[in-house]
């Protein structure tokens, strides 16, 4: 049996195929409900340190509950073929009712890369990029826009 689906599996195959699952990738049920305040990324350009976005996410409910807020890299503009989104961060807060906490989800150019079989390497070109900060696949809270002013290229060691 051949398996010709390459990167497209899961999630990413439902982007390419406009499926809209029933239970996206990532999501979750809770007994009670979140807010999200307004992401904010330490910077518009990405640069060797990477980007790191920061929310504060707070327990609207009567119950105790877990929430997860996740980090997905668009590349915008590319040649290559990739996929629509790619989740890079993601991290589970759980908070008692009235609770609040910072979230920070961080970024590298390593993120931002695909790896390229001629060259053997992981590769950013430089370009814009927008990080999306989502409860799942199919809920982006924000759409964070940034730049990678220079070519990210880190060869696979032998």
């Known amino acids: 049996m051949a398996y010709r689906e390459g990167i497209y599996v899961g999630y990413r195959h439902h982007d390419k195929r406009d499926i809209a699952p029933l239970f996206p990738f990532g999501f979750g049920l809770s007994f009670t409900s979140f807010e999200w305040g307004e992401p904010k990324a330490s910077s518009a350009v990405m640069g060797t340190d990477g980007v790191s976005v920061a929310l504060t996410v707070t327990n609207t409910g009567e119950r105790a509950g877990s929430d997860l807020v996740q980090l997905y890299v668009r590349p915008l503009g590319t ?45 950013a070109p430089a370009g814009n990029y927008e990080l999306l900060v989502a409860a799942n696949t199919s809920e982006a809270h924000r759409a964070i826009p940034i730049s990678l002013t220079k070519d990210y290229v880190a060869p696979v060691a032998k």
């Open 79 to 123: 040649s290559v073929d990739r996929p629509d989104k790619e989740l890079r961060a993601f991290v589970k807060v759980r908070l008692d009712p009235g609770q609040s906490a910072d979230v920070h989800l961080s970024v590298t150019p390593r993120d931002l890369s695909y790896f390229d079989v001629d060259a053997k390497a992981f590769i």
